[in-house]
Nanobody, 121 residues
Framework: QVQLVESGGGLVQPGGSLRLSCAAS????????MGWYRQAPGKERELVAS???????NYADSVKGRFTISRDNAKNMVYLQMNSLKPEDTAVYYC???????????????WGQGTLVTVSS
C-alpha cells in the first residue's frame, strides 16, 4: 500500500512562516503530480498548489507570491513553504499524489491524513 504522511503544521502568528512536508512510502513505482489542498471549517476542500513530475507548478490565486511548492523525486517528498501567513490560511492541509502502485498495477490518487495550520495572534 501507499501512504502519505504530512508534518510541519502548527500555530503561527500572522505574517509568520511554516514549512509543510509530505513523505510518500510503500509500493510506489512512480509519482506523477503531487499537491497540497486545504479545508477550513465549514468550507470545501480546495487546491492550494500542485507540482508535476517535471516541476511544473500551479497555485491558487489566494497564495500566489506567498507559498512555494517543491518536491524531491529521489525521496518521494513534497514540500510547501508558506510565508506571510494570514488568519484566512487557517485550515487542515492535506497532501495528495498520483501514484503508480506496484501491487495494484495501476495509478491511484492517494491522500494524507492532514496537518492543522492555525494562523492567529
Amino acid at each position: 500500500q501507499v501512504q502519505l504522511v504530512e508534518s510541519g503544521g502548527g500555530l503561527v502568528q500572522p505574517g509568520g512562516s511554516l514549512r509543510l512536508s509530505c513523505a510518500a512510502s510503500g509500493s510506489i513505482v512512480s509519482i506523477n503530480a503531487m499537491g497540497w489542498y486545504r479545508q477550513a471549517p465549514g468550507k470545501e476542500r480546495e487546491l492550494v498548489a500542485s507540482i508535476t513530475s517535471v516541476i511544473s507548478t500551479n497555485y491558487a490565486d489566494s497564495v500566489k507570491g506567498r507559498f512555494t511548492i517543491s518536491r524531491d523525486n529521489a525521496k518521494n517528498m513534497v514540500y510547501l513553504q508558506m510565508n506571510s501567513l494570514k488568519p484566512e490560511d487557517t485550515a487542515v492541509y492535506y497532501c495528495n499524489a498520483e501514484v503508480l502502485d506496484s501491487l495494484r498495477r495501476r495509478w491511484l490518487e492517494v491522500w494524507g491524513q492532514g496537518t492543522l495550520v492555525t494562523v492567529s495572534s
